[in-house]
């Protein structure tokens, strides 16, 4: 039988199994113009916990009883579609089924060796694009300038950080365990690493490890954490809001301190976006980031967790940090 995941019910503050709901569908025959899709590679990712929710947003949300979808990395096990041998590689937004049939759309070619696979759901995929646009295209960086980046070690903050490095700025990151905070002086070479929960004022720690001030602040996490890190920012700073996963469980609207006079003073620039935004920009930002990879520029650290059964789990774990760079889970 083919295995699939379901939205069981909408989760009420953090994720839980039973939101989920496991089940099987019947053995699947592709048609002509279809391709059938074995499922390698699962991304899990913090915006699916929005869709997660009876609300509207920049996607529909899931709904109850059908699969969750996420970007997927996929073999064509049979094919009667012109475009797509048996064999080929491919990626796109798919459902969380180990077989599943598709008509083409949205589909694309991957044209890589195996073990090269992973890298199209990351670094090279699409949280390797967030990082890149949201910090060249809102962060602007300059050399010398102080770039501090939240979620640090996670998949989009630690290909920030580098690019951050490489364009010359002083790189300072945020996250929630030693072992992270040593990951990423060592293994991606940040300046400087805070664990912000060891550190008993978050706002002075920045303080003194940025004495020039923060020129830009990449914010996936939103909350606390940001709100330390505005307050000390710099005249002209630059704030790519990426993410709020520190918020995305709240059953509460949070409320903090009041952003408009820091934004007025220090005449800063706060910008939200979703990838889609730069959607034009993706070839060049590809090239630029292969280049960089090729290189050995940039580097990318992986969980990869093991198992279709363990997805949900795997998804749960990234609110609580589990992950060190992309989390993938392998079918
Ligand atoms: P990550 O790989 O960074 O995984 C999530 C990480 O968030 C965890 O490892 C954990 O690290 C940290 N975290 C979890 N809960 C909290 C919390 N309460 N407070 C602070 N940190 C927390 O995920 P991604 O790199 O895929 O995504 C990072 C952010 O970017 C997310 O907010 C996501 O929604 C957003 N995003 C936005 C996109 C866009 O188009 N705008 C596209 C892709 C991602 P730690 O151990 O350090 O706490």
Avoid at 123 to 137: F, K, N, P, V
Avoid at 211 to 219: A, F, H, L, M, R
Wanted: hydrophobic content about 40%.
């Amino acid at each position: 039988m083919n295995k699939v995941i379901l939205l069981n019910k909408r989760p009420v503050g953090q994720p839980r199994i039973d939101d989920f709901k496991f089940s099987t569908c019947d053995t699947l025959v592709a048609q002509t113009g279809q391709v059938l899709l074995k499922a390698l590679y699962v991304s899990v990712d913090p915006y699916l916990r929005g869709r997660m929710n009876d609300s509207k947003s920049y996607v529909p949300p899931f709904e109850i009883g059908k699969p969750i979808q996420s970007g997927i990395i996929a073999e064509v096990v049979d094919s009667f579609h012109d475009d797509f041998k048996k064999g080929t590689f491919v990626s796109g937004n798919l459902e969380w089924k180990e077989f599943q049939i598709s008509d083409g759309t949205g589909l694309n070619k991957l044209n890589v060796s195996k073990k090269e696979l992973t890298l199209h759901l990351g670094i090279l995929g699409m949280t390797g694009l967030t990082a890149y646009l949201g910090l060249t295209e809102i962060g602007v960086p300059k050399a010398g300038e102080t770039l501090v980046v939240s979620g640090a070690a996670g998949a989009v903050g630690s290909v920030v950080g580098q690019i951050g490095k490489i364009m010359g700025c002083n790189v300072v990151g945020i996250t929630g365990t030693d072992e992270k905070a040593a990951l990423l002086k060592s293994k991606f070479k940040f300046d400087h690493a805070i664990n912000y929960k060891t550190s008993p004022n978050l706002t002075e720690a920045i303080q003194k490890t940025c004495p020039q001030g923060v020129d830009i602040y990449y914010d996936n996490v939103g909350g606390e954490i940001s709100d330390a890190v505005l307050a000390n920012i710099n005249k002209h700073a630059r704030l790519p809001v990426c993410g709020a996963i520190s918020l995305y469980n709240n059953t509460e609207v949070s409320i903090g301190p009041r952003l408009q006079p820091i934004i007025l003073t220090k005449s800063a620039n706060m910008r939200g976006f979703i990838i889609g935004d730069f959607s034009a920009k993706f070839p060049e930002a590809l090239k630029q980031l292969t280049d960089w990879l090729a290189a050995g520029k940039l580097t990318y650290a992986e969980t990869i967790v093991d198992g279709f059964d363990n997805l949900p789990q795997a998804f749960i774990d990234l609110f609580s940090g589990k992950n060190e760079g992309k989390m993938i889970v392998k079918i």
